[in-house]
């Protein structure tokens, strides 16, 4: 018995025609990795729609609380905020603004307090940004305004902004992401994750309301009515703002839309953790205990949302599927041709969805720095999920 267990790491067993253990794991594994790049190959086709914006000019306009997340960069948040007000084109007395800030230093603190807007300080230094949102939320009734945007405080928005959300809102949008764009294209590096987050927006926000499924929420640039962002924001639980009201309003079945031409200008994500996420949280176990539910309800979004919680993220598929190949490839190389034509059909998937404009055109060179760049993610890849077997109190896990 203990001789057959032994034998999984013997090659010549795998090779062996009269087990046929090879095979099987080898279609068990196809099939598994097929489901997603299938999903990611849908999307990718439907990316390629022009965008239109379809939201006519309203005959009304709606008041608006806007608020910035501020942690620890309270200049940051001052450019941020000066940029809004000298820009946004908005009449003045329909939107207020309000920032919630926590570890602000004392100098940044008295600009803050000069500015014509409202501070919240949440009453916890250390917090999540769900309870800093909920922080402000409690300070307002619902009937105080029509909607709120959230915004971090690197956000710089375009001057019509509010005007493109209100159009949206007046026709009966309850929930818009706004097109997030990097704004430092000053490296290679920035440009590699500039294009990655445009692929991000193009395939799970874009092609998703192209086929009718609600956009992904992205941390920022984010538009609720007011009245249900106060009923379902202090219901919130977690540390992640987007991904958690990005559930309630699916079990609700609030539609998000995404609109493309409000750009919301931001700095670049840390996609280490992003990379993880599959092994964080449970998500996998509890997209599969609470799929069945959502299917036979007819909540079609939800549904949605938990196959894109099953699937790997896209930087581990790949690394998933040419790993496998190559073994394949060594082992047995008749078996291996599938795989790469499985690696071609993943990275069409990303071809279709790869972004337009300046990020576009400097992508060619920066395409040089690709290797370390993935060596970089691999690494940061494998000290997150040593951090997560081992945790090690940070400073920073509270970061908005």
Same mark, same amino acid.
């Not at 972004?355 to 920066?366: Q, S, T, Y």
């Given at each position: 018995m203990?001789?057959?267990?032994?034998?999984?790491?013997?090659?010549d $067993?795998?090779?062996?025609?009269?087990?046929?253990?090879?095979?099987?794991?080898?279609?068990?594994l196809f099939?598994l990795?097929? !489901?997603?790049? @299938?999903y =990611?190959l849908?999307?990718?086709?439907?990316s390629?729609s022009?965008y239109?914006?379809p939201?006519?000019?309203?005959?009304?306009?709606?008041?608006?609380l806007?608020?910035?997340?501020?942690?620890?960069?309270?200049?940051e948040?001052i450019?941020?905020?000066?940029?809004? %007000?000298?820009?946004?084109?908005?009449?003045?007395?329909?939107?207020?603004i309000?920032?919630?800030a926590?570890q602000?230093?004392?100098?940044? #603190?008295?600009?803050?307090?000069?500015?014509?807007?409202?501070i919240?300080?949440?009453?916890?230094?250390?917090?999540?940004?769900?309870?800093?949102?909920?922080q402000?939320?409690?300070?307002?009734s619902?009937?105080?305004?029509?909607? !709120?945007v959230?915004l971090?405080?690197?956000n710089e928005?375009?001057p019509?902004?509010l005007e493109?959300?209100?159009?949206?809102?007046?026709?009966?949008?309850?929930s @818009?992401q706004?097109h997030?764009?990097v704004?430092? =294209?000053?490296?290679?590096?920035?440009?590699?994750?500039?294009?990655?987050?445009e692929?991000?927006?193009?395939?799970?926000?874009k092609?998703?309301t192209?086929?009718?499924?609600?956009?992904? #929420?992205?941390?920022?640039?984010?538009?609720?009515?007011?009245?249900?962002?106060?009923?379902?924001?202090?219901?919130?639980?977690?540390?992640d703002?987007?991904?958690?009201m990005? +559930?309630?309003?699916?079990?609700?079945?609030?539609?998000?839309?995404y +609109?493309?031409?409000?750009?919301c200008?931001?700095?670049?994500?840390?996609?280490?953790?992003?990379?993880?996420?599959?092994?964080?949280?449970?998500?996998? %176990?509890?997209?599969?205990?609470?799929f069945?539910?959502?299917?036979?309800h007819?909540?079609?979004?939800?549904?949605e949302k938990?196959?894109?919680?099953?699937i790997?993220p896209?930087? =581990?598929?790949? %690394?998933?599927? @040419?790993t496998?190949?190559?073994?394949i490839?060594?082992l047995?190389?008749?078996l291996?041709?599938?795989?790469?034509?499985?690696?071609?059909?993943?990275?069409?998937?990303? +071809?279709?969805?790869l972004?337009?404009?300046?990020?576009?055109?400097?992508?060619?060179?920066?395409i $040089?720095?690709?290797?370390?760049?993935?060596?970089k993610?691999?690494?940061?890849?494998?000290?997150?999920?040593?951090?997560?077997?081992?945790?090690i109190?940070s400073?920073?896990?509270?970061k908005?």
């Open positions: 203990n001789t057959n267990l032994f034998n999984i790491f013997n090659p $067993w795998w090779l062996n025609e009269n087990n046929n253990a090879l095979q099987m794991t080898d279609a068990i099939l990795l097929l !489901i997603p790049v @299938i =990611l849908i999307y990718g086709l439907a390629l022009k239109k914006d939201y006519p000019q309203a005959e009304e306009r709606h008041k608006f806007i608020l910035f997340t501020v942690l620890r960069n309270g200049q948040a450019n941020s905020i000066n940029h809004f %007000l000298n820009t946004q084109m908005y009449p003045e007395e329909l939107y207020d309000a920032v919630v926590t602000v230093n004392e100098e940044d #603190l008295m600009t803050l307090l000069q500015m014509p807007i409202n919240v300080i949440p009453d916890k230094e250390d917090c999540t940004k769900v309870y800093a949102i909920q402000v939320i409690q300070r307002y619902a009937s105080e305004y029509d909607a !709120i959230i971090n405080s690197d928005v375009v019509n902004m493109l959300l209100n159009n949206a809102y007046y026709s009966g949008c309850d @818009i706004s997030r764009l704004k430092d =294209l000053s490296t290679s590096t920035a440009i590699l994750n500039a294009a990655s987050d692929i991000n927006n193009r395939i799970f926000r092609a998703h192209t086929l009718g499924f609600s956009s992904a #929420l992205d941390g920022s640039g984010m538009m609720f009515d007011f009245e249900m962002a106060h009923r379902v924001i202090p219901r919130l639980k977690g540390d703002f987007a991904r958690a990005e +559930l309630e309003l699916l079990k609700e079945n609030i539609f998000t839309e +609109l493309d031409d409000t750009i200008f931001c700095n670049p994500k840390n996609d280490s953790k992003q990379d993880l996420r599959i092994y964080q949280s449970g998500r996998i %176990l509890k997209a599969l205990l609470h069945p539910y959502a299917f036979f007819g909540q079609w979004d939800l549904c938990y196959i894109q919680w099953i790997p896209r930087f =581990l598929l790949s %690394l998933y599927i @040419i496998i190949a190559t073994t490839s060594i047995y190389w008749p291996c041709i599938k795989w790469w034509v499985l690696f071609i059909a993943l990275i069409s998937s990303f +071809l279709l969805a972004p337009e404009g300046e990020i576009n055109k400097r992508l060619v060179g920066a $040089w720095s690709l290797p370390g760049y993935t060596f993610r691999i690494l940061a890849a494998l000290k997150s999920l040593i951090d997560k077997v081992r945790p109190k400073d920073n896990s509270t908005y």
